[in-house]
């Protein structure tokens, strides 16, 4: 059994990241397709949330970590 992770850029910070394709916090750009977002903007994101009282935004704890590849199929 292998293991599998993409590397790519955050579609909000353009920022380069390592992530789980799975599970990785993503949002749909004017195509509808998936887009990853990273960490540190998600964690950006909360902050701003908690100012105006909106709950944080959650991802996997495994969102940036590499995956079996058996869920990749």
Avoid: W
């Avoid at 993503?26 to 100012?51: M, T, Y």
Wanted: proline share 7%; aromatic share 10%.
């Amino acid at each position: 059994m292998g293991y599998a992770f993409v590397m790519g850029y955050c579609f909000t910070c353009g920022g380069f990241m390592t992530f789980n394709p799975v599970r990785v916090p993503s949002i749909r750009d004017a195509n509808g397709v998936r887009q990853p977002v990273c960490k540190g903007c998600i964690d950006r994101a909360n902050i701003e949330r908690a100012k105006i009282n909106m709950p944080p935004l959650t991802h996997a704890e495994d969102a940036y970590e590499a995956c079996e590849e058996s869920e990749l199929v």
